[in-house]
């Protein structure tokens, strides 16, 4: 059995023997469990995905004379102004009061990057804090603080969602096509952090984490956290289960690993990138970090109609080839999660603790239970915009115009014939007519 305390004198020492979570599967399947464990000291996990129940906590520098912020409007979303005189929370998936495509994320993203956004304040005024009104331009300099509490992050698994319903259903898992006619999920798979240890023998409260491109921790269990989902023979859950509560010094963050989205008719989320370490304390821990996308299943789940019932189970190495079966109906299926991101953290964060700069934490408690920019035949239109490469495009198109190739997605326009399906599915409006309606400029198989 292996300690952290042993662990983290061998990063210090150079000595640490660290590999992704890709590589791990790679290992244990040409070596065994037993040779891993006796030759690797950490497993690195990430997931790079929307996860709605996050947002951040500001500390305001007090204006002359003081004031005791109650109303707050940060670039026209509402903010939680009910926790101290200077202090407010701004949800992620809160939206703008004139556009509905414009949220708390996007402020969070802005700040984030140091970009000025709009502060309005009101209060009623008192003794202590006299000022009653304040509207000014701020940017992340003028913040005491800035750091990003998610309640409910890195969902264990998530069901694959399809729409059997005679109408076109949008969801936070996307558009979702009538009469089966598409299916979506979100998950990195095998180098999901909860599913590389399903019953979080490494992850406790206090765990440091690759946060947004910082450095964060596990705060606590997250919301909505439960231990009870079935598993199937490899002891991996198959319903929504176990999830975290993230803490981070958004000051530190990059806007490559948080952004702002918008899905259409659901509204503003937020994409979070977390990469958790996974100590292989023991033959145990290795089993479990070895565990493939074969290996690791979900449920589908009919969200067409009421309660959304279960209407089949599939591996993520079939559903990572983009199609599922359902009724003898061969349906595509596409990723909300970025993998090519998510496999840049894992490398990100390998490299960190080599280098060491990023240690182990030590914990005590367990949780209490219960309760790189799109590849184009043209890319001029693409300018300043920025794709994830999550995948959920892929989809909506039968054309092959829009395709994934090693993770990357490519835009073919000479084999796109206008369908528009696909015109509205871009968490973050970056395909060819969503383009067209910011921009005013021609794509797809018509001229720029």
């Known amino acids: 059995m292996k300690k952290i305390g042993d662990i983290n004198r061998k990063i210090k020492k150079g000595k640490a023997r660290i590999l992704t979570a890709n590589q791990f599967v790679k290992l244990t399947e040409e070596k065994g469990i037993t040779y891993a464990y006796k030759n690797v000291d950490i497993v690195t996990t990430a997931t790079f995905a929307p996860m709605c129940s996050s947002g951040a906590i500001l500390n305001f520098k007090q204006p002359e004379p003081p004031m005791r912020m109650e109303k707050i409007y940060l670039d026209g979303v509402n903010a939680y102004g009910g926790l101290a005189a200077a202090d407010c929370y701004i949800g992620a998936t809160e939206e703008s009061n004139s556009q509905k495509t414009y949220g708390g994320a996007h402020v969070i993203e802005k700040l984030i990057n140091n970009e000025k956004i709009s502060l309005e304040v009101k209060s009623k005024g008192t003794d202590c804090y006299p000022l009653k009104e304040l509207f000014r331009h701020i940017t992340q300099d003028d913040l005491n603080d800035f750091f990003l509490f998610n309640p409910r992050n890195c969902y264990q698994n998530y069901a694959v969602a399809t729409n059997s319903s005679e109408k076109t259903l949008y969801t936070y898992m996307g558009k979702l096509l009538p009469q089966y006619g598409n299916a ?149 299926a596409s990723s909300m999660s970025g993998i090519k991101m998510a496999s840049l953290i894992c490398e990100i964060l390998a490299d960190r603790i080599r280098n060491g700069s990023f240690l182990l934490s030590c914990y005590e408690d367990d949780f209490e239970y219960e309760t790189n920019g799109i590849q184009l035949v043209n890319e001029n239109c693409m300018q300043n915009l920025s794709c994830v490469e999550c995948g959920l495009c892929i989809g909506y198109c039968n054309k092959g115009a829009l395709v994934q190739v090693d993770s990357s997605i490519r835009f073919y326009k000479d084999k796109c014939d206008s369908c528009m399906l696909c015109d509205d599915v871009c968490p973050f409006g970056l395909l060819p007519y969503e383009v067209f309606d910011k921009k005013r400029v021609y794509y797809g198989s018509k001229i720029l």
């Not at 990195?188 to 590389?196: A, I, T």
């Not at 290996?295 to 190495?317: R, S, W």
């Open 184 to 332: 979506t999920f979100s998950t990195s798979g095998q180098m999901s952090p909860l599913l590389k240890d399903p019953e979080l023998l490494t992850i406790k409260p206090g765990t440091k984490v690759f946060l947004g491109g910082g450095t964060g921790f596990i705060a606590y269990r997250g919301t909505q956290f439960s231990s009870k989902s079935q598993a199937n023979s490899y002891g991996i859950p198959v319903f929504p289960s176990r999830t975290l509560a993230l803490i981070g010094n958004a000051k530190k963050m990059s806007s490559s690993f948080i952004k702002a989205a918008y899905l259409k008719n659901y509204g503003v989320t937020l994409f979070v990138g977390v990469g958790i370490p996974i100590p292989v304390l023991s033959e145990e821990a290795a089993f479990h970090a070895s565990r493939s996308n074969k290996q690791i299943t979900t449920v589908i789940k009919d969200y067409g109609k009421e309660g959304k019932p279960v209407i089949g189970e599939i591996d993520y190495e079939t559903l990572f080839k983009n199609q599922l079966i359902l009724s003898s109906k061969k349906i595509p």
